[in-house]
């Protein structure tokens, strides 16, 4: 029985670490990353990023100001107006000097992530086709999985064997 128990808590655990493993490696291979910008014109750095399918966006960075514009909306585009023709992020987080912006752009289309400033600030950003976001529900249930496979085999290794009654002698 115990060892029984000790068997499906490793078999739950490698379980586990393939869903896990599987779905970091596939989230990995289609979530787009980077950190270029370049200087577009005077005082405007930006970088084009072409989405081909509904997608979640995130943009990383220590400047306060980014802000991200679909291409139809770059002719013309200045310091002044720059917020007026910028899509709203879903949300915004500032922790410190950190600050990470997040659109859901459900539009494919090509949109330039935007920096008004006298240099380019270090930026990150990444995004996944929204039809790829399941990968990271995989990658949660995988560390549940291991979780549970522990603690099931700790339980198959701490259980007390059951002792059997010794027959009457007559």
Do not use: C
Not at 61 to 74: E, H, P, R, V, W
Not at 124 to 140: A, C, D, E, K, R
Request: glycine content about 8%; overall charge neutral.
């Amino acid at each position: 029985m115990r060892k029984n128990i000790v068997i499906i808590g490793a078999v739950i655990f490698v379980i586990g670490i393939a869903m896990f493993a599987g779905g970091d490696y596939l989230l990995g291979h289609y979530t787009v990353t980077g950190t270029a910008l370049s200087q577009i014109s005077t005082g405007i750095y930006g970088h084009e990023i072409n989405i081909s399918s509904p997608s979640l966006l995130t943009v990383d960075s220590t400047f306060s100001s980014i802000y991200l514009i679909s291409s139809a909306n770059m002719t013309g585009l200045n310091a002044t107006n720059a917020a007026s023709r910028a899509i709203s992020p879903l949300t915004t987080t500032s922790v410190s000097s950190e600050h990470v912006w997040a659109y859901d752009l459900t539009t494919a289309g090509s949109y330039y992530i935007i920096v008004i400033n006298g240099t380019a600030p270090a930026i990150t950003y990444s995004y996944i086709p929204l039809s790829y976001s399941y990968l990271s529900f995989i990658t949660v249930i995988g560390i549940v999985l291991i979780i549970v496979g522990i603690i099931v085999a700790i339980i198959g290794l701490i259980l007390k064997q059951k002792k059997t009654p010794e027959e009457p002698q007559i």
